[in-house]
């Protein structure tokens, strides 16, 4: 059986991963042209609040944890 402490790993990894990919996702609309189309920034930026808010839960998960 595994404990909290694996469980906190876990979701550490888990936002070690999402920052990554918010950071991705920030250069990618930071440098997009206009050429790469509305559609394509518009979803960069949709992903984008999405992984902010699954980072914000995750760290509040992590901090509630002992």
């Known amino acids: 059986m595994r404990g909290r402490s694996w469980i906190k790993a876990l979701r550490q990894e888990e936002a070690l991963r999402v920052r990554a990919r918010i950071a991705e996702l920030e250069k990618d609309l930071t440098a997009a042209s206009p050429a790469q189309g509305r559609q394509q920034r518009h979803e960069a930026g949709h992903e984008l609040r999405n ?16």
């Open 51 to 66: 992984a902010k808010f699954r980072l914000e839960r995750l760290e509040e998960c992590i901090a509630a944890m002992p």
